[in-house]
C-alpha cells in the first residue's frame, strides 16, 4: 500500500509513461532520475524530470515506492543502484523491478527480444542479490515480453 500523496521514485527517463500511468492511478508524485538528458524527453510533464543518477540526487523526502522498469538490467553499477534505492525508500516502502530473463530467453519464441543489456539476470541471481541487499521480495511474477517483475520490501531483521 502507498499512501495518496506519497512519493515514487523512479529511476530511467524511458519509462516515464509508465511512471505517470502508476504516479496517477495511486495518487503519488512522481520524480524520474536519469542520467542521460535524452531519456528525460519521455517522462511527461506531470512529473518531475532530473538529470542525475542516485549517487548525486536525494529526494525531498523517502519514496513510498521506487520503480525501476526495464532499467536495471542497463545499469553499469546494479549492486551500488539499488543500495542507494534503499537509503530512499521509506521503511514500509515498496521496490519494484523487472528484469528481462535470461533463462527466459533462452527459450524459443517468435518475438525477437532485445539483446543490448550489458548485464542479463535470472530468478536465481536476482533472489541472491535481494537478500544481499536485505531486500524482502513479496512478489514475483512472469510479464509480457519475457521480463520478470519483482516487488520488494526492506527486510524488518
Sequence with gaps: ETPPGGLCLVLGGSTGGIAA??????????IVVDWAQDALAHVPPRLTAIEADLRT???PRLADLILL???VDHL????????????CLAPTGSLYLDILDWQQLRQPFSQ???LDHPHYFTLATMTRLFSRLGLLCTDVHLMPQRH?????????D
Design 21 to 30: 500511468a502508476v504516479c496517477e492511478a495511486y495518487q503519488l508524485q512522481g
Design 148 to 156: 520478470l517483475a519483482f516487488l520488494c520490501h526492506q527486510s524488518l
Design 112 to 114: 525477437r527480444a532485445k
Design 69 to 71: 522498469c526495464r532499467t
Design 57 to 59: 540526487y536525494h529526494p
Design 76 to 87: 553499469p553499477w546494479v549492486f551500488t543502484t539499488l543500495h542507494q534505492c534503499l537509503t
